[in-house]
């Protein structure tokens, strides 16, 4: 009886160099489904989910930022933001004031609690991210983030490209 085999991953095989562009995206949406599924295992016993995490982290670093902000931080479209906002107050997890400067505008604080859950946690996604870049050097790990900061630059300047695009069209 034969042993049943592994799908073959895409790190084994070297790419065409003239396709290697074309799977970026793919490579980029595959590692990105993996992490956060992974991590949705971890925190789904917390009732959290990577949205919700991902927010108390922001808010650990920029606390009192505004939804737009928080949006852009982690990638998610505000009106998504502003639901996992709304479960994270509803827990006690954050609160909504009124900006200081413009009481139209609201900004977003973790509370006590919400800072406790996030350090409670800390440890453990720090774990998660050691083991994602093991085998990695230091340098290798600073030109990966550098590289995916590039791709991002460069995402926010295709997205302006196709709406000027879709502007002219229309």
Same mark, same amino acid.
Request: proline share 3%; glycine share 8%; aromatic share 4%.
């Given at each position: 009886m034969s042993r049943p085999t592994r799908p073959l991953s895409l790190r084994h095989l070297p790419p065409p160099r003239e396709h290697a562009a074309e799977l970026l995206p793919y490579l980029l949406n595959r590692a990105t489904s993996r992490v956060n599924q992974l991590w949705r295992t971890a925190l789904r016993p917390r009732g959290?989910? !990577?949205?919700?995490?991902?927010?108390?982290?922001?808010?650990?670093?920029? &606390? $009192? %930022? #505004?939804? $737009? !902000?928080?949006?852009?931080? +982690? $990638?998610?479209? /505000? @009106?998504?933001? %502003? #639901?996992? +906002? &709304? /479960?994270?107050?509803?827990? $006690?997890?954050?609160? #909504?004031?009124?900006?200081?400067?413009? %009481?139209?505008?609201?900004?977003?604080?973790?509370? %006590?609690?919400?800072?406790?859950?996030?350090?409670?946690?800390? @440890?453990?996604a720090t774990d998660y991210v050691q083991d994602?870049?093991? =085998?990695?050097t230091p340098a290798e790990i600073a030109v990966m983030t550098e590289l995916l900061g590039r791709?991002?630059?460069?995402?926010?300047?295709? =997205?302006?490209?196709i709406a000027n695009r879709l502007e002219i069209g229309s």
């Open positions: 959290l989910t !990577a949205a919700r995490w991902q927010v108390l982290s922001v808010l650990t670093e920029f &606390d $009192g %930022s #505004r939804i $737009g !902000a928080i949006a852009t931080m +982690i $990638g998610l479209e /505000q @009106p998504a933001v %502003s #639901r996992v +906002i &709304d /479960q994270l107050e509803r827990d $006690g997890l954050v609160q #909504r004031r009124p900006a200081e400067d413009d %009481s139209r505008v609201v900004e977003v604080w973790i509370t %006590s609690v919400g800072r406790r859950v996030h350090e409670e946690l800390l @440890p453990e994602l870049v093991a =085998g990695f791709v991002l630059d460069n995402v926010e300047i295709a =997205g302006e490209h």
